[in-house]
């Protein structure tokens, strides 16, 4: 089971990134993925969680109405809209069977991280 989070980078407050968590060894069909984040200082915080089979979405109030996520075969994405500077963090996309948990803990695996900088 792996999990690669990528598209992470520097962009300028309102601006948007795309992130990307790639998937192998297991299906989508039986795992929520979440993003989280974490900035420096910080406990690690939900964003954004997809699961498995129904596809249920749930978003942080942080960023409702800014980020979407969405998912395909493998592949599971966080559209991040009108970035403001305390959007910056590590951002980290991680698994749990079937449905979308609430804490960090509780969730199997882990993709790597990957940064994002709101600055201008």
């Known amino acids: 089971v792996q999990l690669q989070a990528s598209g992470g980078g520097l962009v300028q407050p309102g601006g948007s990134l795309r992130l990307t968590c790639a998937t192998s060894g297991f299906t989508l069909d039986y795992y929520a993925i979440s993003w989280f984040r974490q900035a420096p200082g910080k406990e690690r915080e939900g964003v954004s969680c997809i699961s498995s089979k129904d596809g249920s979405i749930y978003y942080a109030d942080s960023v409702k109405g800014r980020f979407t996520i969405s998912k395909d075969n493998a592949n599971v994405y966080l559209e991040m809209n009108n970035l403001k500077p305390e959007d910056t963090s590590v951002y980290y996309c991680?698994?749990?069977?079937?449905?979308?948990?609430?804490?960090?803990?509780?969730?199997?695996?882990w993709g790597q991280g990957t940064l994002v900088t709101v600055s201008s």
């Open positions: 991680a698994a749990h069977a079937v449905f979308c948990a609430l804490a960090p803990l509780e969730y199997d695996y």
